[in-house]
C-alpha cells in the first residue's frame, strides 16, 4: 500500500534487531524523532545510535534498512493510542506497527479501547475496517466523530403594512404644503392579512462522541400581540383585519381602528365625541366641544375654541382659531394649516404654515414652514429642533422659542415644585394651628368642638410631609430624565428679530437685533449662532 506518513517497522531477532524505513509520499508528514525513540524505549532496545535514525529520517527519500542494535529484543505487537479532542467531538488513533513477528491489533481490541475511553458515538466504522485491510502507521486517524447541534432561529413577525410613522407633507413648489399626500395612514380592508409569523426553528441537537447531548440555543417564540378588529388563522400565522379600517403598530401591538366619520360640524348636532378609533370631521370644530380618540384625529375645516386629544396623529387642513381656549394634545405627530391662540402639546413632530401666539410643546421637531412660515408671539418647545422662515416681529412681540429639555419633563417639575410650595405652606399653616390648639388646651380654654382639628390637622401635616418626600424623589427622577439635548437647535431660514427669547438646555439669550440665515445650538456651555 501507499503510505502518506514516512513510517518503519522492525525485524527482531535474538541476536540484533533491524528498522525498516519508508519515506513519506507526497505532502505526507515525516517521522518525529521522538516518537521514534518512545516506540523503541517502549520495546527494551536501548543501545540504538538516535543521531544515526534521525539522519535517516531526514535525509532518505528512499525505502531503507539499518541495523539499529546488535542485541536482540522481545517482539512487538500493535498497539494504538486514543486520545478525545477538548470539545469531545473527535476520537483520534494512531496505530504503532508490530515487529517481524508480532502480533496485528484485533478489531476487537480496537473496539474494546474504544468502551474504555467511553467513545460510543459517531465511530467512523469504514476507518476500522480500512486499518484492518490496509494499515496506516504514524498517522492520526478519526476513529469517531461527533455531530454538531445545527442551530435554529427565533419566530419573527413580517409586517405587511407600513410601519414607518414619519411620513410627512409634500412642500410643493410655491411654498404651500400639501395635505392631500401625507401617506402616513395604512389603510385596511376587511380579510387583509397585515402579518405573518415566521415560525421558530429549535434547530436539531447534536450529539458529541462520548453520546451526550448537545442542545441548541434557545430560541423565542412569537405570537402576535393585537387589538380589537383582528383574528388570528387557524394555523397562528396569520393576523387579519376584520374590518376596513386603519393599521398602527404600537411598540409590539398591532391596531386596526375604523373611522368615525362626521360629515358635518362638531357642535350641538353632535356633541363631544368619544371613540377608541379614528375620528374625521368635513366640518369644523366648534368652540366648547371636545373630540377624544384612540386613533388620529382628521379635521378639514377649522378648529376654534375646543379640545382635541388623539392616541395618534392630528391633521387639520385648515388649522386652529383657538380664540386662548383650545387644547390640542397628541401621542403622535400634529400637521395644521396655521396654530393660532392654542395650547398644543405632541409627543412626535410639528408642522405648520404658521403659529401665532400659542403655547405649543413637542418632543419632535418643528418645522414651520409654507408661504408663512412664521413664529409669532407665544412660547414654542422643543426636545430637538426649532424651524421656522421667521420668528418674532419687527415690533418686538414677545416670543420665546426653546430646545434641548423634553418640555413634558419641564411641566412636570414646574407641577411637582408648585405642589411642593402649596404643601409646604399648608404644613407651616396647620402647624401654626395645632400650636396654638395645644397652648389653648394646656390653658383650659380650648372649645369641645377645635379638639377634633389637632388630630385631624397633625393627620393632614403627616400626609403631606409623605407626599412631599415622594414628590422630592419624583422630581430628582425627572431632572436626570431632563438631561440636556446636545444635538437641539432653532433655525431661521429667513429673519429672527429683536426681542426674541432663545433657550437652549435651560441657557437663556434675548436678541437685541435682527438676524438673518442662522442657526442657534449649544457650545461649550453656551449659546453660539451660525450662518445656515
Known amino acids: 500500500m501507499q503510505y502518506k506518513n ?4 522492525l525485524d527482531i531477532d535474538e541476536s540484533q534487531v533491524y528498522m525498516n524505513f519508508y519515506p513519506a509520499v507526497s505532502d505526507g508528514e515525516k517521522l518525529k524523532i521522538a516518537e521514534v525513540s518512545g516506540y523503541l524505549d517502549r520495546a527494551g532496545i536501548k543501545d540504538y545510535d538516535l543521531k544515526v535514525i534521525n539522519d535517516l529520517i531526514v535525509n532518505s527519500d528512499q525505502p531503507s534498512r539499518l541495523k539499529i542494535s546488535s542485541k536482540g529484543a522481545a517482539q512487538i505487537d500493535e498497539r494504538m493510542e486514543l486520545k478525545v479532542t477538548s470539545d469531545a467531538m473527535y476520537a483520534i488513533v494512531r496505530f504503532f506497527p508490530p515487529s517481524n513477528r508480532g502480533k496485528r491489533i484485533t478489531e476487537s481490541e480496537i473496539r474494546k479501547d474504544l468502551e474504555y475511553h467511553k467513545v460510543k458515538y459517531g465511530i467512523t466504522e469504514d476507518k476500522i475496517q480500512e486499518h484492518m485491510a490496509e494499515p496506516e502507521y ?31 407633507p409634500k412642500l410643493n413648489e410655491d411654498g404651500t404644503v400639501d395635505f ?20 421558530a ?127 390640542i394634545h397628541a401621542v403622535g405627530n400634529l400637521v395644521s394649516k396655521f ?3 392654542a395650547n398644543v402639546s405632541v409627543d412626535g413632530y410639528i408642522n405648520a404654515d404658521s403659529i401665532l401666539n400659542s403655547q405649543i410643546s413637542a418632543h419632535g421637531d418643528i418645522v414651520v414652514s409654507g408661504k408663512g412660515g412664521s413664529i409669532i408671539g407665544g412660547n414654542v418647545r422643543s426636545t430637538t429642533l426649532i424651524e421656522a422662515s421667521t420668528i418674532g416681529t419687527p415690533m418686538g ?19 411637582i415644585d408648585a405642589m411642593i410650595k402649596d404643601k409646604t405652606a399648608e404644613i407651616e399653616k396647620l402647624s401654626q394651628l395645632v400650636t396654638v390648639f395645644r397652648k ?24 403631606d410631609k409623605t ?66
Open 467 to 532: 407626599d412631599i418626600k415622594e414628590l422630592m424623589i419624583e422630581r430628582e427622577a425627572k431632572e436626570e430624565l431632563a438631561g440636556e439635548n446636545v444635538d437641539a437647535k432653532i433655525r431661521v431660514v429667513k429673519d429672527i428679530h429683536q426681542g426674541t427669547k432663545i433657550t437652549i438646555s435651560g441657557d437663556i439669550m434675548i436678541l437685541n437685533d435682527k438676524y438673518t440665515h442662522c442657526q442657534y445650538s449649544k457650545r461649550d456651555g453656551e449659546i453660539v449662532s451660525s450662518v445656515w
Open 138 to 168: 504514524f498517522r492520526n486517524i478519526i476513529l469517531a466523530m461527533g455531530t454538531a447541534p445545527v442551530q435554529g432561529h427565533d419566530g419573527k413577525i413580517n409586517y405587511r403594512f407600513n410601519t414607518d410613522k414619519k411620513a410627512r
Open 201 to 327: 426553528d429549535k434547530g436539531t441537537p447534536g450529539c458529541n462522541v462520548f453520546g451526550v447531548e448537545l442542545r441548541p440555543d434557545k430560541v423565542v417564540k412569537v405570537n402576535f400581540n393585537k387589538g380589537n378588529n383582528l383574528a388570528v388563522s387557524e394555523d397562528g400565522l396569520q393576523l387579519i383585519s376584520m374590518v376596513d379600517g386603519y393599521a398602527t403598530l404600537e411598540g409590539d401591538k398591532i391596531f386596526v381602528s375604523d373611522v368615525y366619520d362626521v360629515p358635518a360640524d362638531v357642535d350641538n348636532s353632535t356633541g363631544d365625541i368619544e371613540f377608541n378609533g379614528s375620528v374625521v370631521v368635513h366640518g369644523n370644530v366648534r368652540t366648547g366641544f371636545c373630540i377624544k380618540c384612540g386613533g388620529n384625529i382628521e379635521v378639514y375645516g377649522v378648529v376654534e375654541g375646543a379640545d382635541l386629544d388623539a392616541g395618534g396623529d392630528i391633521i387639520l387642513h385648515r388649522g386652529v382659531q383657538g380664540m386662548s381656549r383650545c387644547q
Open 397 to 415: 412681540v414677545a416670543t420665546s422659542v426653546e430646545v434641548g429639555v423634553d418640555p413634558t419633563v419641564q411641566d412636570r417639575i414646574k407641577e
Open 440 to 463: 389653648k388646651q394646656e390653658m383650659g380654654t380650648l372649645t369641645p368642638d377645635k379638639l377634633p382639628m389637632i388630630a385631624q390637622f397633625t393627620k393632614t401635616i403627616i400626609l
Open 6 to 9: 514516512s513510517y518503519f517497522t
Open 339 to 341: 396654530i393660532e391662540s
Open 180 to 199: 392631500h399626500k401625507l401617506n402616513n395612514i395604512s389603510h385596511v380592508r376587511k380579510g387583509d392579512v397585515l402579518a405573518v409569523i415566521t415560525p
